[in-house]
């Protein structure tokens, strides 16, 4: 079985040319965020733009929006009117991704009826490679055929895994892999199963992620996952080489951070870290 080592971020990262410009290197939409959960998707598009994205729109409910706004210069807000998506967003929510090259979505946006509605909708008519995180993966399991034909990468804990193939799993290593080949080759899509070791498959091919420690059980860390996923999604990376690099980066940046603060690392730590893991590759 094939393990991730940081060779497959010279997959990902190339040499700037010198007339380098703003979309050469990505344009991601983050949908995320509610009255309830605000700050949610601000792990994500920062450690998009750690990851090296050159833009970031972050689409959410409207407070939620003020909170993203006020907390970072760096990213770009689009308001979305009331407190959580609804299916009157929908529209708005696709006319945006005309000049996006990836999308993320889920995390904070909860999961109330209107909500999954809402996120079942936006999918069906999404035709960008798009990460589908935390609480859309509830969405998925209620419709899995909205995955055929699209260019989608799921990333699942062993819960919602659960939740989405009816699959309990244990900590066993080959029952996970097992697990994930077979629902990634049913859904015919990318699934990277969160955990001690990441275990990433698209049906076909599967390879191991060993980096991450165990100081990473802290709220925020599948955020910042799905951030660098979506970056990289975003540069037009393949899904599967997408979802392996940034498990890499990912475990590899908490690493770092544990090293300086231990169990006390803050999913803002790990973003600090990304171009470290960065820098192993390519340097300026």
């Not at 700037?16 to 983050?30: A, C, Q, T, V």
Request: glycine share 8%.
């Amino acid at each position: 079985m094939q393990v991730v080592s940081k060779n497959i971020l010279n997959q990902v990262y190339k040499e700037r040319k010198p007339w380098s410009r703003k979309y050469d290197f990505g344009n991601i939409l983050i949908v995320g965020g509610s009255k309830l959960y605000p700050t949610t998707p601000i792990l994500s598009g920062l450690a998009a733009y750690r990851a090296g994205v050159d833009w970031v729109t972050i689409a959410a409910p409207e407070e939620a929006c003020k909170i993203i706004a006020s907390y970072s210069p760096n990213l770009m807000v689009h308001p979305l009117n009331g407190e959580y998506l609804t299916d009157e967003h929908v529209d708005e929510l696709l006319e945006l991704t005309k000049r996006k090259t990836a999308i993320a979505i889920g995390g904070g946006l909860t999961r109330s009826e209107n909500v999954l509605q809402a996120i079942i909708k936006f999918l069906e008519n999404l035709d960008k490679p798009c990460v589908i995180d935390d609480d859309a993966i509830y969405a998925i399991a209620r419709k899995k055929e909205i995955l055929k034909n699209k260019n989608f990468v799921l990333t699942p804990h062993s819960y919602e895994f659960y939740v989405l193939s009816g699959i309990k799993l244990s900590t066993n290593l080959e029952e996970r892999i097992k697990a994930v080949k077979k629902i990634a080759a049913e859904l015919k899509t990318t699934i990277l199963l969160k955990g001690h070791v990441d275990v990433i498959s698209n049906g076909k091919e599967i390879k191991l992620n060993k980096t991450g420690c165990e100081a990473m059980t802290k709220a925020g860390l599948g955020n910042t996952l799905a951030g660098i996923l979506g970056a990289y999604l975003a540069r037009g990376v393949d899904g599967f080489i997408a979802a392996c690099a940034a498990a890499y980066v990912n475990g590899k940046a908490g690493e770092l951070a544990a090293r300086k603060y231990s169990e006390g690392l803050l999913p803002t730590d790990l973003i600090e870290e990304i171009p470290s893991v960065i820098k192993q590759v390519i340097k300026y």
